[in-house]
């Protein structure tokens, strides 16, 4: 569970329900009007910008990895290679089916080891899980980019449709401030849609692809090493050499 | 047909016909003053940035690319072009006369290699084909993002004449919601044209760009392969050796 | 003439005049203080951007270049240097002083080898000119993007001026509404005259530099190829060549 | 203690409490909703946006620096390096146990030569730790600048969600100039928390971290050309001749 | 005195202060509020972003090179270089003691030749105060235009204070019209400051810049050859070729 993702949302979701008690009551801010006009047209807008298969990949996988943390980091994901060379080196291959590791990437290279298939299908395969994996994630982040860029624009739509409504209406005054407080509704659910919900999580799972491309590729390294039977010291200083210098320099403050 | 263009679409318009109906009645959101302004003022800006020709090629190629899918995947043409390289090795070139596809754009290759062309006219007219296709989409693409980009300006200057107006008749209040309503209705129509319509299209046209380019690049490289009789075997192999890797990893996906 | 630049200006014209007499007067939407705001404005602003010089050059030949449209386009410019090369292949250099061509560009050239200026000296001073003209065409377009840019913000200094007098004066409330309608008329002008006349024509300005470049170095090559007694075919042959890729495939489309 | 930045936040804390007491008194500008919304919806978004490791870091460690201003210059570094290089050339390494020097990443170098770690290690430890800390600097800076460019939207959601509460009790009209004014709060408390301290903040951050850059480079090279027992004169030289130009004109200049 | 500038400006503020009288008043938009907020505010931002040295250098040194033009344009500096060659080629260098230059950086350089310093020297000691000059001016150019960027957000801030202020008096209604014309003051004063005097000026520096740049390193290259006695033609041919390619043919054109 990725604790700041999750309690970032919880404070600002505590940000807005306590100002909206503080001021009144919480139907003030209900508008089935707003909610059509924002989640429609977002809906709209996206299903026109990207083809449906990216829709349908993009949003849920982005949400499910903007709300976890990897569990195993690059520098634990080291130490677990360099175990299971020691392994390898002790038992040989066979040996490995009984390593239990928590990462599932991990865990599909391992069997390919334990199975004895060979390098090249190995690499190719493994290179390939990870490359449609990273291109996933990445359509995930423009989804939730384009989102979060068109939510605003939604928002003020509904604000003009309301606003039209209300000054067509005018000849009643006393209906004018509610119809005018619901016709601001859309352009604050487009802001909140947008600022608190859509943009921070695009920039995560951008933060997220490339910790994923660095511990998938990290994996392919290590796992294509372990094939080789080379010795667990050398996985392991090859490992930490194939890292790219922000990670390494991580790597050394821990 | 792309159904994820044409369902957006219609989410989106019934998002305002709900949002329009929801508040009072259709006429409130007509008025034939932004239709002109917003119609009018973004057909005259577009005609002063782009020379004649290419809006008369862009706007309705764009228009019919942003609503149809290619027929054939590059998966697909790659089943297709090895299938015809199976018939050319067993029967020459000759026995493509009774082969039908569905590309118009393989199609013609097809004929090419069935009459007998040499490589290099087949290779020089059908990349100058692609060429000028892409170059008439690209412009569309250009086309329709430079109209998304000045509607909500021409919807501004609507509201802004439609203000002035207001104002200067202020005398008899009661007029003034509803002259107020009809100004806001430029700004409205500008928004929906630029968010709902000509954005999301020019960024689809961006993908269908790409999409083509892939598409019809395999199909000359398919179709030299073909002319030049190489086997089914080696012609598959090539054909995925040369795309892209973000198209050979969907190929390996699917 | 470059009938879409002024056929979009006439169109764009003709949509603000219609609105403008649907709901009432022209006189409404003149006023002097925006007037003075607007054109007054800009010009300072641009003045002290550009040097005068620039501003001199610059604005004029912009104009005149978004209205008018080459005689000659790159295909017909082969077919004409062809022939010329024809004509000193059959009778020598001399008879060049009988050929009439439209381009000035092209005129300047014919006559340079008619009087058997070396080759050296044409290549220099015919790429000397025209570096020297597309230096000033886009310093033109600089000039029209600045405009555009700026007029705006001009637009809104102009507004908030007038609603400073008006706030001030609010004692008399029935003057109200026409100070406010004065008041927004700057805001119109300088929208109008960024987004209807400025920017569209910096964005064509942009699109003719580009043309300009093809067409002047095409008359140059072509012209040396002639200084040098090249035979016809082979002129033609090494101005398509020579021609940048998009150009060709319009050649060949056509 | 950098006085630029002090100063600076003085002076426009100094320019906004001056006008809030010639308008009144400092009451009307205190509201808890608009501080809840403000420091609530950035804290929320930024959250989401970074990693917790990321934030606690960054937050203090951009503060700290954009309020401090380094001991030594690059050019009083290289008197101090050339006066360690002198000690040294004269009394060998153990003599460094005496130097005194301010800035501890040279402290930290100088400890490493007395006690005589080899050339790799020093290299190796200090470029790492420099690494780490220009690492952190830098996303002090990115969530200085994140903050910054969203604390403006949430002032928006403040604001908008007092308009809403406002016009819902409009019925009472006397309460609504002291509603309206709470809600433009939130505006308010954005655009100055943007662009008082969290913008200019991220900018002077940027200009730090390219001095600590070159000043702890400085010192690596230095500390390495002395632990080597390069002569005085020649270190100094390097040292001068490794600084990028633009610091080598201001050594120049002074 | 660059006249552009200088008339610019004057065009400008008479523009704003016909404006003023057409409509009523000076009085009524002298506001000290918006003065204290627009100056002060952009100090204090700007005082945070920059370091004290750069704005003490900066503002004037951007303000007096905004005014001033060369004396001595590319095209004159080759004459006179050229001029200067023939005196020492004749008198040899101590004639140079009476040669009388108004640009002081070639004065500069005349008196080295003439006090019979090396090559090395020369070229190091000019190159360098080059680079120092053009770094003072380039952060002259980043500071105008940091406070054109910023002054519109101030102006927002003091519209904002005064709006809040406004607001919580509402009780008088009378009151209500000036208070709203001093609160937006605030604006017209950031407008102002950005689009007519700090943007502007930024961008004029960056051209004075580029000029700059050619002229101080023609005046090296020139220095250099005279130095080492080379003939006037040669000094004046390589000076040409020495020249970017942009120079050259506005040389050209003259």
């Not at 520098?75 to 066979?94: D, F």
Request: proline share 4%; charged share 20%; net charge negative.
């Amino acid at each position: 569970m990725d604790l700041a993702t999750a309690l970032g949302l919880l404070v600002g979701i505590a940000v807005v329900v306590t100002l909206v008690f503080m001021g009144g009551d919480l139907r003030m801010f209900y508008d089935v009007h707003a909610i059509i006009v924002i989640f429609g047209g977002v809906l709209a807008a996206t299903m026109i910008r990207f083809p449906f298969a990216g829709i349908l990949h993009g949003l849920p996988m982005g949400m499910k990895f903007a709300f976890t943390v990897r569990s195993t980091h690059p520098r634990e994901l080291i130490e677990e290679l360099t175990q299971i060379a020691e392994v390898v080196r002790k038992n040989g291959p066979m040996a490995l089916e009984n390593v239990q590791v928590n990462d599932t990437f991990l865990a599909q290279g391992i069997r390919y080891v334990a199975d004895g298939y060979d390098r090249d299908f190995i690499k190719d395969t493994m290179e390939r899980d990870r490359d449609v994996f990273l291109l996933h994630l990445d359509e995930g982040q423009k989804i939730y980019r384009a989102m979060g860029d068109c939510a605003p624009a939604w928002g003020m739509v509904g604000t003009l449709i309301g606003m039209v409504q209300m000054f067509a209406n005018m000849s009643d005054p006393s209906k004018l401030g509610p119809l005018m407080a619901i016709a601001l509704l859309a352009t604050l659910y487009g802001a909140l849609i947008g600022n608190l919900i859509c943009l921070p999580i695009a920039d995560k799972l951008h933060v997220k692809l490339e910790e994923e491309n660095v511990s998938r590729s990290l994996i392919i390294d290590g796992i294509l090493l372990i094939r080789e039977s080379k010795s667990p010291s050398l996985v392991k200083e090859m490992l930490i050499a194939y890292l790219p210098e922000q990670h390494r320099t991580e790597l050394a403050e821990a």
